[in-house]
């Protein structure tokens, strides 16, 4: 069996539960000092919290019943059996091939504007202002481009699959070379969320591809069992690393912090900062009448672009910089998160936060399902499912814009796969139930 953080509800309850009690009980006066701003998240706002998690774990425990049914066990004896590898193969040489041109031609880009080895080197020896300079005028973001770059979440997902039934050295080159571009990204455009959104994928297909005979040393007592306390060190040192070039030597170096303390300080004001961004949300923008910050993406097509600025006068179509101009009046924009858990409840108070944590368990339990019996649906949606799960306190990742592409991509591979019948895909089989 897979180990426990594995299971949504679990992870769920492992990451959301502990932000919002930290929220919570953090006293106002540190929200002053340690990230300028005024405490907005109370009682009312944790009993939110905990209504969205108790309702995406309704919804997940829900999907599991249903889908046990079907009588189906996880698989053991030959995991992928039936699996269209010929097909995994070529989707993941066709993404891997899409994100390094994607990100071959935003560096070309960035060397058209001048970026130059000084410049690299500069952002890596500290100099003050040469991230920002880095990520605002090189390495500015170009619609298309950009986006190819995401296609290296699914490729990385499929080329874990696939070494399953091909040759390690097969799979491996673009793997390889899709994470050490990320971590360049990561380095370079200060997004740590290049590296997190392939990491927590890629850990969670090691695991399920492992064989029978793997499993026995992850019981209760195992060391998987036990992994997330040393991933979160590791995340911790990734974060602290990252931070160090984006905010640390440009902004903070030389304060009355040791660096190690500002990394803790900021580390914790992410998720307690995007918890209470969420509460001031609510209270300066009321419900918002519309999924806008449920399903941020929508709002990027043209013609519903224009519908925003009705729906949100505040924001409008430049819904980045506007919300950064929000949360200058009461918050602070450097910490400019809104919180997964509480967004919906922003955009139609209670039916909004129920229908959309309700809805997202369901599917996140039919997609662990089919993950958990090597179903091809479950396989390669659940690994980027279980990203949002982990940041739900900060964002809601699932509809954000950046995971558009790979939405599309699977999409096309589960619609051309010779094995995406119905009755072996965990949600048809789901969907057949509930109606």
Partial sequence: MLPWWCNPILAMLAVSLPATLYAYW???DVYVSAWRTAKYFDAYYGLCCAAAILTFATGCATATLLASRDGGREAESDPGAGLPWAAILRAFDVTTGLCLAGYLVWAGAAISRGAGPAEVLAVLSGTKGAASQMKEVYLVTIPGVTTLTQLGIPAIVLGILAGIRFPARRVMPGIAAVCVLALVRAVLHSERLAVIELALPGVIMAVRRMGPGARAWYSSRGALAVAPLAAGVVVFLLFSGL???R??????????????????????????????????????????????FSAPFLWKFPLLREAAGTLAPEFGAGREDSLLMVLSRGANP??????????????????????FWGAAGIVAGASYEGFRRM???????????????????????????????AWCAIAVLLIASPTSRPAELTFDALGDKLT
């Fill in 334 to 355: 450097e910490f400019n998160n809104g919180s997964g858990l509480l967004l919906p409840y922003v955009d139609l108070h209670w039916p909004g936060l129920l229908l």
């Fill in 247 to 292: 905010s640390w030597v440009t902004f903070y170096a030389g304060g009355h912090l040791d660096f190690w303390t500002f990394a803790s300080t900021r580390f914790a004001g992410y998720f307690a900062t995007a918890l209470n961004n969420g509460a001031f949300l609510s209270e300066r923008l009321g419900p918002v009448g519309a999924p806008y």
């Fill in 26 to 28: 953090l006293p106002a």
């Fill in 243 to 245: 931070e160090y070039f």
């Fill in 375 to 405: 179903k091809l649906a479950g396989l390669v949606t659940y690994p980027i499912l279980f990203i949002g799960v982990i940041e739900a306190p900060r964002v809601i990742y699932w509809t954000d814009g950046r995971i558009f592409a």
